[in-house]
């Protein structure tokens, strides 16, 4: 990992001591150097997986020119009017070409995905052909090199078919398959350990005394980092407390690639925290011009990265999707795929003031003329987790933005790109 990043300043474009978004995201990323441990895994196994390796195409797919529909290898020279007959001499099947030769005024009966007949360049669908014994007569006009799938249309001999560095889907394991390769090199998973903290979280299966809740941020923080890939290490609750926090976080940097906590970041708790820090390692605490998330403590606890999210429910979504999820793919060695944000309409009026960039939770759907439009989920408080579950996206309102009239454009981040 390069050199630590010192706090916010002065300098930095914003208001005082706090950091734009952009500016967060590069500091995140000047700490990161991508893991480079890889594994060799049968195909299977690699979805999900980080790709480490560039797969150059061993093979033609498809390997010859074949049939795309069931019907009637011919010869375009033969294509005269609407209408012509000519003598069926073979079939070929796929996985069973016609050996035989084509001569003018004659075909082979094909099925779909047999190999097209060397003499042949055409093939008409079964549907346009009347069977009259072995002459057949062709109604409709015809196109020369029609219904043919060609040598390497989809995959070329020598083609970088996949990249070092790609996140393998469900389509890449059957091009992959397609390809004939049984075995991928992938990168290691990552090892990420998380609490979290608070006097007043308790662990579902204990009963409740007032003023304590649920502890729900490491649900959530499971599920996303799931959704990554990765190795988890859930460390439980842990108090407010030097001795408990000290002893879990050097635990869990011995067993982990990355810490992160929840709570006890924010003005209230962040002093002794702090100091706590400070003797463990390099850890900053920022102020980022967002909401919900603004305090977000991150660094490096002995060769563990650290991130501190601050403990509202919401704000420890928007947080690891804005900031956690990016760094923890660069450190797997992933190439991000551009983003994929655009603008819609929001039906209806969205409340803000200037001074911070918003990530509003919001609803895509599709209304009665077949548009797809924006709604906001309701409350936006930081505290509203339903907002989280009731969203498919985050609506974009950046610094300057001091609310939205109702039909207005705006931008959205649909959770579906956020993994
Ligand atoms: P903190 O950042 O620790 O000041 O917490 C901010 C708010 O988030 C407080 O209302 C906490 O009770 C709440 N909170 C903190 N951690 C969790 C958690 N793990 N699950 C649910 N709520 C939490
Ligand atoms: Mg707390």
Not at 255 to 277: E, N, P, R
Not at 285 to 308: C, D, S
Request: glycine residues 8%; charged residues 20%.
């Amino acid at each position: 990992m390069s050199e630590f990043i010192s706090q916010p300043s002065c300098a930095d474009p914003i208001e005082q001591n706090q950091l734009s978004i952009d500016a967060a995201r590069q500091r995140i990323a000047a700490l990161i150097t991508p893991l480079t441990a890889w594994q060799r895994c049968a195909l299977r196994d690699a979805l999900d997986r980080v790709l480490d390796e560039d797969i150059i195409s061993p093979i033609n797919v498809p390997a010859h020119n074949n049939s795309a529909m069931d019907g009637y290898a011919i010869k375009s020279s033969d294509i005269v009017d609407d209408s012509f007959s000519l003598k069926q001499v073979g079939i070929a099947f796929a996985g069973q070409p016609f050996q035989g030769t084509v001569n003018q005024g004659e075909c082979v009966r094909i099925m779909t995905g047999a190999v097209l007949p060397n003499d042949c360049d055409t093939v008409v669908m079964q549907e346009q052909v009347a069977v009259n014994d072995d002459m057949i007569t062709i109604h409709g006009s015809q196109q020369k090199a029609s219904n043919v799938r060609y040598i390497g249309e989809d995959v070329k001999i020598g083609d970088v078919t996949l990249s070092k560095g790609r996140r393998i889907i469900p389509a890449d394991l059957g091009l992959l398959a397609s390809l004939g390769i049984a075995e991928v090199n992938i990168r290691r998973r990552l090892r990420v350990a998380f609490f979290s903290t608070g006097d007043e979280l308790k662990s579902i299966g204990e009963t409740l005394a007032t003023g304590q809740i649920y502890d729900s941020n490491r649900y959530t923080l499971y599920g996303m980092l799931k959704r990554l890939d990765v190795e988890v290490l859930d460390m439980g609750v842990v108090p407010d407390q030097k001795g408990p926090l000290r002893q879990t976080l050097l635990q869990a940097a011995q067993q982990a690639d990355v810490i992160i906590t929840s709570g006890g970041v924010s003005v209230g708790d962040a002093d002794y925290v702090k100091d706590m820090l400070a003797e463990l390692g390099q850890v900053d605490f920022w102020k980022i011009a967002m909401r919900p998330g603004r305090p977000l403590a991150f660094g490096q606890i002995e060769n563990a990265l650290f991130f501190g999210l601050p403990g509202n429910p919401v704000s420890v979504m928007v947080t690891f999707y804005q900031f956690v999820a990016p760094a923890l793919r660069k450190l797997m060695g992933e190439t991000q795929p551009a983003v994929t944000n655009f603008q819609v309409i929001c039906t209806n009026d969205i409340r803000k003031r200037a001074g911070r960039f918003e990530y509003q939770r919001g609803i895509l759907f599709t209304d009665d003329d077949g548009q797809t439009k924006v709604k906001t989920t309701g409350g936006q408080g930081s505290g509203i987790l339903r907002s989280m579950s009731a969203a498919n996206c985050f609506i974009l309102l950046d610094e300057q933005c001091d609310g939205i009239c109702a039909n207005s454009l705006v931008t959205v981040q649909p959770f579906s790109g956020l993994i």
